[in-house]
């Protein structure tokens, strides 16, 4: 697979960025395409210490245009999912790796979920907990891939070559203040989301919420009760049959939560205090 990274704007047109935060932005960069790779090589989400890692990622010498570099990423082994070529042709594990990119660079930068790809909503049903943590994961090095905007660049597009003309995800003003500005919201609020997956271990998952139409990380609060968490795990199950076996389940629940937002207002992560069936369930708490 070789991925574009096209810098766009500001010094970018002359052929050049600005040598410190440019660089910061391709080591942000480079990490979060690896730990992603490696994830399908691996099966589990590793954070450092690639080296002995069986895949190939190169960085190919820079191409005319405004500013651009391209990444070779293939390996011939995979736990999840097929190999992957290191040339321009994707076949099946390129169209996963591809796939995979895309979901996870458009949720961590706060981007509306378009239909999530056949591949990455099996990949959630049996690993759901794993996709969770690998986003979680890459934000650090997404949000470092962001240095160079508004410092001598205004944008980054990510592209695979061979695929669809659109990027993958394009980096801007608008994304690096999604990703660098938090407002805490303490105000308890009531709304349905459905649970598309969870992490017992860590108490951490991922909600679909309904009217935004894009899934967002949570935690459980400490004094969630047991049956918070029962609803919970019910949402998660009518959720998987419903994608797998085709069974015909609300899987959409009542959450009372706080939340993390961003400096626009959209949720970045929410903190669950309780759930239930409906919400009128609340007033019998």
Do not use: C
């Not at 697979?1 to 052929?15: I, P, R, T």
């Not at 056949?118 to 949000?143: C, H, K, M, T, W």
């Not at 160079?148 to 592209?159: P, S, Y």
């Amino acid at each position: 697979m070789l991925l574009e990274v096209k810098f766009e704007g500001g010094l970018a047109e002359q052929h050049k960025i600005p040598a410190y935060e440019g660089t910061k932005s391709l080591e942000g960069l480079t990490r979060s395409m690896l730990i992603v790779a490696n994830f399908l090589v691996e099966g589990r989400v590793r954070r450092k210490e690639f080296g002995r890692i069986p895949l190939t990622f190169n960085l190919l010498a820079q191409r005319p245009g405004s500013f651009e570099s391209l990444y070779e990423i293939g390996y011939q082994a995979a736990v999840i999912g097929a190999p992957v070529a290191g040339g321009l042709a994707l076949g099946a594990g390129g169209n996963l790796l591809y796939d995979l990119f895309k979901v996870v660079y458009r949720r961590v930068t706060g981007g509306n979920e378009e239909a999530i790809p056949a591949s990455v909503q099996e990949l959630e049903v049996e690993r759901g907990g794993d996709v969770a943590a690998l986003i979680e994961a890459v934000e650090p090095s997404v949000r470092l891939g962001h240095n160079v905007i508004n410092h001598g660049v205004m944008n980054i597009n990510l592209n695979v070559q061979a695929a669809a003309p659109a990027p993958i995800v394009q980096f801007n003003p608008q994304t690096k203040q999604y990703m660098w500005e938090s407002v805490i919201n303490n105000d308890i609020r009531l709304k349905l989301f459905s649970m598309a997956s969870f992490n017992a271990n860590q108490g951490t998952g991922r909600a679909f919420d309904l009217e935004e139409g894009r899934s967002v990380p949570f935690e459980l609060g400490s004094d969630v009760d047991r049956l918070s968490v029962d609803t919970l795990l019910g949402s998660i199950s009518s959720y998987t049959r419903r994608k797998r076996l085709g069974d015909d389940l609300r899987s959409a629940v009542a959450v009372m939560y706080t939340s993390v937002e961003a400096a626009d207002g959209r949720i970045k992560k929410i903190r669950i205090l309780a759930v239930r069936n409906e919400i009128q369930d609340f007033g019998r708490r």
